[in-house]
């Protein structure tokens, strides 16, 4: 069965920190791309950071670049979202999802929430 079960949101103050994780299952890893994406009510999911399967790529959006860092353990076939410098903006159900490279066959997690205010 194939599962990506993320976690490790939460709310936080603007400034703060934290780090998401996603945890996947039934599939292999390594051949996987990672990438994480956003959603508000009402708005379409926002594509946020992908890592490649090897992990010796990374791209961000521009809201999120010098804050946000994506990795990768393929020992523990886990992909990581550090998030510094939260802002409220920032606030939003954040998704993984793997894919693989050259399809549009994209596996999804349910979601954690992140929520940044004072």
């Known amino acids: 069965q194939v599962q990506l079960v993320e976690s490790g949101g939460g709310l936080v103050q603007p400034g703060g920190s934290l780090r998401l994780s996603c945890r996947t299952s039934g599939i292999i890893f390594s051949n996987y791309n990672m990438a994480w994406y956003r959603q508000v009510p009402g708005k379409d999911r926002e594509w946020v950071a992908v890592i490649s399967s090897g992990g010796r790529r990374t791209e961000y959006t521009d809201a999120v670049k010098g804050r946000f860092t994506i990795s990768r353990n393929n020992r523990e076939n886990t992909v990581f979202l550090q998030m510094n410098s939260l802002q409220p903006e920032d606030t939003a159900v954040y998704y993984c999802?793997?894919?693989?490279?050259?399809?549009?066959?994209?596996?999804w997690g349910q979601g954690t929430q992140v929520t940044v205010s004072s």
């Open positions: 999802t793997a894919y693989l490279s050259h399809t549009t066959n994209y596996i």
